[in-house]
């Protein structure tokens, strides 16, 4: 049995300019973060031929163009198997739909663990690319790249995303201190509202091709955020990394009338007034999981705990998309 894990991501300045249609035409820039939340996915061969899947469904069929999961059905479509008998299983700490990369995380978890059945080995910028390559090539979803990224890299790690396609990644230059309070004062959130990233993303992506003047600015200030926040994070300034999330958060929210709603903005205009010093909601929008810099958690977690919202806390992962057992 193949056993890999693949970490979930909190994007810490500059999310949305990793999407192909801006960073072609412009260049992106995001640092990300990956968590100890995870996308387990687990491969083996049956007694008998077909493929299984065990998902949120149940799948069983013979051939490989009856599958029904798109990504399942692409990532078995790359590997050239003698014969079509495997079972894959997947299961999450977190539910997909709540702005942590879930789904990157599992097509990264998936490559990793049908290369280990393969008896293979690949580097983390190949794993993220083949990943990126099945989700936006040839699925054609318009998403970003840095989930795939930062789950085969693990870290805290910043990307350039250059025009020609290529991704550059390297580590921020953070040092022990600052690691340990900036983890300690981000606090997660659970608004309680799933969403598809892909119906958010598509309005940013339509209006970007485009060339929507609106939004390329915005996208090139959010850029800037995440260059500042990299110097400040960087610096140890861990009240400006702060003050530079709500920043971002009101250009953010401009981007999509699906971006927010009045309860999300209550909940975060209730965490402004009990201790952050800034926040966002983390992925597309629209629902998932609200982040926040802290230095006063226990008053925060108090109001939010009235509010009825779920923490979950975590801690960053730096070992990236891993073969557990093999």
Known sequence: MIIVRSPLRVTL???????????????????????????????????????????SKIEHVNNLDDVEHPIIRETLRTFNFASQQIEITTLADIPAGT???????????????????????????????????????RLGEPIGKQDQYIAA??????????????????????????????????????????????????????????????????????????LRSKAALESGDLIGFGRLMHEHWEHKRKRSGGMSNPKIDEWYNLAMASGATGGKLIGAG????????????????????????????FHFDFEGTKVMAQ
Do not use: W
């Not at 025009?163 to 959130?189: C, H, M, P, W, Y």
């Not at 982040?291 to 806390?313: I, N, S």
């Open 13 to 55: 300045g500059g999310g949305g300019t990793d999407l192909p249609s801006y960073y072609r035409e412009h260049g992106g820039f995001l640092i990300a973060a990956a968590i100890d939340k995870f996308v387990y996915v687990t491969v083996i061969r049956p007694f008998v031929p077909g493929i299984y899947l065990k998902y």
């Open 99 to 137: 702005g942590l990369g879930s789904s990157g995380s599992f097509t990264t978890a998936l490559l990793r663990a049908l290369h280990a059945h393969s008896h293979g080995l690949i580097h983390p910028q190949e794993l993220a690319e083949q990943a990126c390559h099945i989700e936006i090539d």
């Open 153 to 226: 890299f693990g870290g805290i790690t910043c990307f350039h995303f250059h025009k020609d396609g290529r991704v550059e990644a390297a580590s921020l230059a953070i040092d022990e201190e600052t690691r340990f309070n900036l983890q300690d004062n981000l606090l997660l959130f659970f608004t309680g509202f799933s969403r598809s990233a892909s119906n958010i993303l598509k309005d940013q992506d339509t209006r970007t091709k485009k060339n929507d003047s609106s939004m390329i600015d915005n996208l090139h200030f959010v850029k800037e955020l995440g």
């Open 286 to 313: 629209g629902g998932g999981f609200l982040m926040f810099y802290a230095e006063d958690k226990a008053r925060l977690r108090h109001a939010m705990r009235q509010a009825g919202l779920t923490e979950v806390r």
